[in-house]
């Protein structure tokens, strides 16, 4: 959310002005401490207040623009990465996420391959333990009907042959 120019330049001449705490009038105007800090250095550093505060956020920066901030970044060392980072207003984590998405998304084409490979698989999986379970209730079927022929034949004796 960007604040007014007169809003910032009526909180920051409170502040300067020294008679109220910053918390205070942070309360008074309905903003944030830490964006009253903010401006403030801005104010010391430039002398003025930085009318266009919007920087771009990670989530804004497009597909190419990630890919070259990559490229850029990659042979750097970790103290020019994270100056670099600073001045683009990015954290070293958002390089490492766009550099896992772009990894991820140039090898979807195998992991397709891999979900077809283990969906055919499960399918197999499902047809062998089908199978396995008709066979397994035919054996037993057949162990039922032996003991009952055997039963038969202790009962009544073994069949007379005319």
């Given at each position: 959310m960007g604040y007014p120019i007169q809003l910032?330049?009526?909180?920051?001449?409170?502040?300067?002005?020294?008679?109220?705490?910053?918390?205070?009038?942070?309360?008074?105007?309905?903003?944030?401490?830490?964006?009253?800090?903010?401006?403030?250095?801005?104010?010391?550093?430039?002398?003025?207040?930085?009318?266009?505060?919007?920087?771009?956020?990670?989530?804004?920066?497009?597909?190419?623009?990630r890919i070259s901030a990559l490229i850029k970044t990659g042979s750097m060392s970790v103290e020019d990465r994270t100056a670099?980072?600073?001045?683009?207003?990015?954290?070293?984590?958002?390089?490492?996420?766009?550099?896992?998405?772009?990894?991820?998304?140039?090898?979807?084409?195998?992991?397709?391959?891999?979900?077809?490979e283990v969906k055919n698989l499960k399918k197999e999986n499902k047809n062998l333990k089908k199978d396995l379970n008709r066979k397994e209730k035919a054996l037993a079927e057949t162990a039922a009907l032996l003991v009952l022929k055997k039963k038969a034949r202790e009962i009544w004796g073994e069949p007379e042959d005319d």
């Open positions: 910032r330049e009526a909180v920051l001449k409170k502040v300067l002005q020294g008679n109220k705490p910053q918390h205070e009038i942070a309360k008074e105007f309905g903003v944030g401490r830490s964006t009253i800090g903010k401006w403030l250095r801005e104010y010391k550093q430039n002398g003025s207040i930085n009318l266009n505060p919007k920087e771009k956020r990670p989530k804004d920066w497009t597909a190419e623009e670099w980072c600073r001045r683009k207003g990015i954290f070293i984590h958002n390089l490492d996420q766009w550099k896992k998405d772009a990894i991820s998304a140039m090898s979807s084409g195998s992991v397709r391959k891999q979900s077809e």
